[in-house]
């Protein structure tokens, strides 16, 4: 069967690697494959053992290859990592053409005169995203071109890396025989596969809850205004887990996702001694018998300190309980019951979690939004209009400007 363009993304996790496979067809992407397998080689969202990882991203191609008569040559890959970060900058310069126009030239200059600043000699620089152009003190201008002054200064948000373990993702991946077509951070990609361009107008905020590390991106005007990684995520919930049952971490992972929950919620609560009921789960070597509230008095107050951080950070960009579009939650994490009511109860923001669009037979798993974002973006960057995919225009222009930072590590 002849076969149209292919897209594959490839989310590279510290607890999963799961591999998407989607032909466009039909004016829509429909997907061909997709497979997951565990990871190793992973800390905190970074590759620290690039043989390891290599390894295990070969295995998971191979098996999709020979199950699905698919050949793999090139990816789009993520980057997680609490090691990623942001931070603000200013650049101004004088407009060049005497006529005072504004040139695509003198944007490329301003945005590069915001690069200009100090960071360790060890982190480099990934993009640029303005939040905003001013041209001769009139602020709030989105695009700049064309118009005409004489001085433009652009206020930026840079997007930093560990280089070391941005070179270790990319090894890992060309060593498992694979190209890299693009390489794009968890949050955006998954922020892709979510957000609609609406919530991005109003102002939302993307909690990627993984299984080392939970990601805030927060969009407001359309832009990416914030973006943050914590060193917290679902595996610390199951390490409570086993601590506080005093059992094996893999017994409090199966606990957690057959019996866990965030907090007793309000049909449970007009149930008399729901929550006091015994649960009884048997292992090899062992029987454990708790409560649902015995559960949820461990796992609550660890989901709550991970809000309490996004809490945090929503402050101190002036957005807290500000984001007339609320929280959309994606991730493994967002799985585990009564999350989305504990999160409006805290963030006080309407929450709703992820579902996925613009790929026909993908499985509605909140845990795909990151690879489902990748091939999103990808058919965007190359050029595939996609029906009822919305807000690919960002997309294509992050990718874009990905390619041209990423390739300088590639042979």
């Known amino acids: 069967m002849a076969r149209g363009h292919i897209v594959t993304g490839l989310d590279i996790g510290t607890d999963t690697i799961k591999i998407l496979v989607a032909q466009k067809r039909a004016e829509t992407l429909e997907v061909l494959a997709q497979a997951t397998m565990?990871?190793?080689?992973?800390?905190?969202?970074?590759?620290?053992?690039?043989?390891?990882?290599?390894?295990?991203?070969?295995?998971?191609?191979?098996?999709?290859?020979?199950?699905?008569?698919?050949?793999?040559?090139?990816?789009?890959?993520?980057?997680?990592?609490?090691?990623?970060?942001?931070?603000?900058?200013d650049g101004v310069i004088s407009v060049s053409r005497a006529d005072q126009r504004i040139s695509e030239e003198d944007v490329e200059r301003v945005l590069q005169a915001s690069r200009v600043i100090n960071i360790p000699s060890n982190e480099e620089i990934l993009d640029v995203f303005p939040r905003e152009f001013i041209i001769d003190d009139q602020k709030g201008i989105k695009q700049p071109e064309g118009l005409t002054g004489i001085r433009l200064e652009a206020k930026v948000i840079l997007l930093c890396y560990f280089q070391s373990y941005f070179i270790n993702l990319t090894q890992a991946v060309l060593s498992a025989k694979l190209q890299i077509n693009d390489i794009v951070p968890s949050p955006l990609a998954a922020a892709e596969a979510v957000l609609t361009p609406q919530q991005k107008e109003l102002g939302v905020a993307l909690i990627d809850m993984g299984s080392d590390t939970t990601s805030l991106a927060v969009f407001e005007e359309g832009d990416l205004v914030h973006l943050a990684i914590f060193p917290l995520g679902s595996a610390n919930i199951t390490k409570d887990i086993a601590i506080g049952l005093k059992t094996e971490f893999a017994i409090a992972e199966t606990i957690k996702k057959q019996h866990g929950s965030c907090m007793i919620s309000k049909s449970q609560k007009d149930k008399k001694n729901t929550s006091k009921k015994n649960i009884e789960v048997f292992g090899q070597s062992e029987s454990l018998s708790f409560t649902e509230k015995d559960l949820i008095n461990i796992i609550e107050p660890r989901v709550r300190e991970i809000i309490d951080l996004i809490q945090k950070e929503l402050k101190k960009i002036g957005r807290q309980e500000l984001l007339p579009g609320g929280v959309v939650i994606t991730g493994g994490g967002a799985k585990l019951p009564n999350i989305k009511e504990l999160v409006r109860q805290q963030l006080k923001l309407t929450c709703e979690i992820g579902v996925l669009k613009g790929i026909d037979g993908i499985e509605q798993d909140p845990a795909l939004a990151t690879v489902a974002g990748l091939v999103l973006g990808g058919a965007a960057a190359d050029d595939l209009p996609i029906e009822g995919v919305l807000g690919l225009g960002f997309m294509k222009k992050l990718f874009s400007k990905f390619k041209k930072t990423f390739r300088v590590f590639i042979p």
């Open 38 to 89: 565990p990871s190793f080689g992973l800390r905190r969202g970074a590759v620290v053992n690039v043989e390891e990882t290599a390894k295990n991203i070969q295995l998971l191609v191979d098996g999709v290859q020979r199950d699905h008569n698919i050949n793999i040559g090139s990816v789009f890959v993520n980057m997680g990592g609490s090691h990623l970060y942001v931070t603000h900058s």
